[in-house]
């Protein structure tokens, strides 16, 4: 590919600062296409076990004679790692609980406990929901069933992707109609890989989109902001006939899924 812009830009060879530039640009272009669409080569089908976690806490009775907030304990479910915070109201009731770590791996509802806080009598109920980690596997989901999706039975199952810290993570992704470690099918698109300079296998469909759209960088990079733009527009072209080949000739389409009330429906897009 470097060869293929070394002789696009007309020079005869790149200097090492210009080469790296030129494998920013690679990335950048890549990384756009690989994100356009559900390319068979990026996506994925596999069951995903999902981890059962703490979402929510319901406050059954608020108790009596609290002077302050009680502390909230966790029990039993198989789980750990769940933390709360409660708060109180001047009746001196636990008024509320807000969950400050969802914790991990339960496999029922725990038992929460109040201890502290002068007074007696709360009690509350978790509630629980299925979670999907991205982890560093996953980078988008576009769809999650109950069975394998190849095999005319399956269900969509909600899911709502949501963000979380983390240098390496990619997020993850909530069940709302789902609290069970019963495995699940994901469809999911594999996060971009980015390539080195010495890599030898950037996607083919790729390449001449890439190469055309690092032209244009070099181009504006130079102050040949026109001439860069006639650039990127040759690189949509191609990329637009990649994506032609996908999903009208070879029929590659993914369903329309539509969430409505925690029910889903698919029909064919």
């Given at each position: 590919m470097l060869t293929n812009l070394v002789s696009m830009v007309g020079v005869d060879s790149f200097l090492t600062a210009e080469s790296t530039a030129a494998v920013r640009s690679f990335n950048r272009f890549g990384k756009l296409a690989w994100d356009r669409t559900a390319w068979p080569f990026v996506s994925r089908i596999t069951q995903v076990i999902p981890d059962v976690r703490v979402r929510s806490v319901q406050v059954g009775s608020?108790?009596?004679?609290?002077?302050s907030a009680p502390t909230v304990a966790f029990s039993g479910g198989g789980g750990s790692s769940t933390a709360a915070t409660a708060t109180i109201n001047?009746?001196?009731?636990?008024?509320?609980?807000?969950?400050?770590?969802?914790?991990?791996?339960?496999?029922?509802?725990?038992?929460?406990?109040?201890?502290?806080?002068?007074?007696?009598?709360?009690?509350?109920?978790?509630?629980?929901?299925?979670?999907?980690?991205?982890?560093?596997?996953?980078?988008?989901?576009?769809?999650?069933?109950?069975?394998?999706?190849?095999?005319?039975?399956?269900?969509?199952?909600?899911?709502?992707?949501?963000?979380?810290?983390?240098?390496?993570?990619?997020?993850?992704?909530?069940?709302?109609?789902?609290?069970?470690?019963?495995p699940v099918w994901v469809y999911y698109r594999a996060p971009f890989p980015e390539y080195a300079s010495g890599a030898s296998d950037f996607p083919y469909v790729f390449s001449e989109y890439a190469v055309t759209g690092a032209t244009g960088d070099w181009l504006q990079t130079d102050g040949q902001g026109d001439k860069a733009q006639v650039l990127y527009q040759q690189a949509e072209a191609i990329l637009q006939s990649e994506l032609d080949k996908l999903e009208r000739q070879e029929r590659q389409t993914t369903p329309l899924q539509i969430i409505t009330y925690g029910t889903t429906a698919v029909s064919s897009a």
């Open positions: 608020g108790g009596t004679s609290y002077t001047s009746d001196g009731e636990v008024n509320g609980v807000a969950v400050t770590n969802n914790g991990t791996g339960f496999t029922g509802k725990p038992t929460i406990s109040f201890t502290g806080g002068s007074g007696s009598g709360a009690t509350a109920t978790a509630s629980m929901l299925s979670y999907i980690d991205f982890g560093t596997t996953i980078s988008e989901i576009f769809r999650v069933t109950d069975h394998d999706p190849l095999d005319g039975n399956a269900s969509d199952i909600a899911y709502k992707n949501v963000y979380v810290t983390g240098a390496s993570e990619y997020g993850e992704a909530i069940l709302p109609d789902h609290n069970s470690t019963a």
